[in-house]
């Protein structure tokens, strides 16, 4: 993104409570104090100075001056600060969707480390209050996490070029931040994130759980008898038994061909071999062991209710011969897919 020079906006947010306001006033006026006159103090006063502004509120707000302070050589503790530019006239979402998750960072870090044991700060640096420093950088998007490292001390480093953190996967976790803050500084207190607790959504699903335990119980006497029917059960099992024994896994996991063709202009609606199998064959296979069970259920239960001595003995000689033809169907069928299947009944001999 590029910036534009603009005259600097006062936006007050009338929402916010006045106290709030208040406390963010005055910590930035302090901070603005001692980036005028921390320039000249050594680190371990500068430290002072910043430990008791990061007391009161972090990440710190900073300007020009105070980045310039805080970040000035030499220095016995560490800063991370991000150059953000978090107006919507520069149009950075970026930006806006990194700040809450640095809030936490810098938050948990600072509750976590009470004693300021890692010597860590965390600051953040808007385009609206450090112009000079985004132009003396050469930076021309935004936002830019960098962190820098101390310089004396039983931590410092050779280099006192800052580390920069890289965001071209989008806008990282407070839980990323953290770790990619941790390999830098190793042998120091590294403090977890800890997320508030989300209070809408646990009512949200409190709410949806009373809700759905309510309506449960409210439908239960209109639920229950079609969910104890036996015939409702009885169907739904033979349907799963029929797709899964006439092989509708097979078909899912080969992404087998519904249909080929014959090489004389018609279709193959069976193809050889246990290893061969087409969608086409799986219904009609299903379509025959459906038929089948169909028959033997009408034998077992509808025709000994008959009252009917000469319809029960009509109703046996069809559901029998029906079954009868039905199964020589079905091994005509195995011998398509096995030439040596030795069985066979009339008429599909």
Known sequence: MTFAVRPPQLQIDVSQPFM??????????????????????????????????????????????????????????????????????????????????????????????????????FGVLDFTEGRDTFVSLGLQTAPVLMLFPPTIGPHAVASAEPIRYDFTSGPPTAEQVRNWLTRHLPGRRHPEIKRPINWLKWASLVTFVAGAVTAVISASPYILPIIQNRNLWAAGSMIAILLFISGHMFNHIRKVPYVTGDGKGGITYFTGGFQNQLGLEVQIVAAIYGVLSFCTIALATKVPRMTSAKSQSVAVLVWGAAMFFIYSFLLSVFRVKNSSYPFSLPPFM
């Open 20 to 121: 709030m306001r208040f406390l963010s006033l005055t910590v930035s006026a302090c901070a603005l104090v001692a980036g005028a006159f921390a320039a000249e103090k050594s680190t371990e006063e500068r430290f002072i100075q910043f430990s008791r502004l990061a007391r009161l509120s972090t990440p710190l707000q900073l300007n020009d001056a105070s980045y310039k302070s805080m970040t000035s050589a030499p220095r016995d503790y560490s800063v991370a600060v991000v150059l953000t530019a978090q107006e919507s006239r520069f149009g950075c979402q970026l930006c806006r969707e990194f700040k809450p998750e640095w809030d936490l960072v810098a938050q948990s870090w600072a509750r976590g480390d009470k004693r300021q044991e890692s010597r860590l700060f």
